[in-house]
């Protein structure tokens, strides 16, 4: 389940690039990769995807989490 994150939240997304020749897209491990010049040095890549919720369907999403886990609890 999606976490609902309040207004005002503040996401950090960390990535990294597998260097090593179990990457099976990475054509010559031998080479260093680090930051540069060239966009293949530092090949990352994130996809974040999110609804914006207004305050009324938050609260509404917010009490039917709720209640599904109080029916879980019993």
């Known amino acids: 389940m999606q976490?609902?994150?309040?207004?005002?939240?503040?996401?950090h997304t960390i990535t990294w690039h597998?260097?090593?020749e179990a990457n099976r897209w990475n054509p010559d491990p031998r080479n260093w990769a680090?930051?540069?010049q060239r966009s293949s040095?530092?090949?990352?890549?994130?996809w974040t995807s999110y609804y914006e919720l207004?305050?009324?369907d938050f609260a509404a999403?917010?009490?039917e989490r709720e209640a599904m886990a109080n029916?879980?609890?019993?």
């Open 3 to 11: 976490p609902l994150l309040p207004a005002g939240t503040m996401m």
């Open 18 to 20: 597998d260097n090593s």
């Open 34 to 36: 680090g930051f540069g």
């Open 41 to 46: 040095d530092d090949m990352s890549f994130t």
């Open 54 to 56: 207004d305050d009324d």
């Open 61 to 63: 999403a917010l009490a």
């Open 71 to 74: 029916n879980n609890d019993n």
